[in-house]
């Protein structure tokens, strides 16, 4: 075990992990961060998914020792307000039903609405394609992408 050093929700962490220790695995066992969740372990899926960067990344193949001094945030740091419209426009549609992707939807969807706060169709399915939804709520989630659009520039 080594102590590596992680950027998480704006505070330096130190974790005694293994360096190729998955993010996934650090973030919640060793951080307590358990809002990111596991779904396929491949990378496939998208419920592992953070932010690096300000680029989502899935957290179950990403070894924490290739992370040193880059931001990372998960669900629980997410405080911008796109979050904040995101969030009220899932509530709003009542998108979520069983919840498992949903905080890597949520991810998902906060970064594309701050590179682009007005997004398309296409645009959304596009950013949206790698994260999965078992219970296949994505035209929810896609209206909601929309919805919190308009939050966001009644916002201003």
């Not at 193949?61 to 899932?90: D, F, N, Y």
Request: charged content about 15%; aromatic content about 4%.
């Amino acid at each position: 075990m080594s102590q590596i050093a992680l950027y998480v929700n704006g505070i330096q962490q130190k974790i005694d992990s293994p360096p190729d220790t998955p993010l996934l695995w650090a973030l919640r066992d060793e951080l307590n961060l358990t809002g990111t969740k596991f779904g396929c372990g491949a990378s496939l899926c998208g419920a592992c998914t953070v932010l690096i960067e300000g680029v989502p990344s899935r957290s179950c193949q990403r070894p924490v020792s290739t992370l040193s001094g880059q931001e990372i945030q998960t669900i629980e740091g997410l405080h911008s307000k796109e979050a904040t419209a995101i969030r009220q426009a899932w509530t709003e549609l009542n998108v979520v039903q069983c919840g498992w992707c949903q905080s890597g939807q949520i991810v998902s969807a906060t970064a594309l609405l701050k590179k682009n706060s007005t997004p398309s169709a296409l645009q959304i399915d596009q950013a949206m394609r790698g994260n999965l939804c078992r219970c296949g709520t994505y035209p929810r989630i896609k209206k909601a992408i929309h919805l919190a659009a308009d939050i966001l520039k009644k916002l201003g």
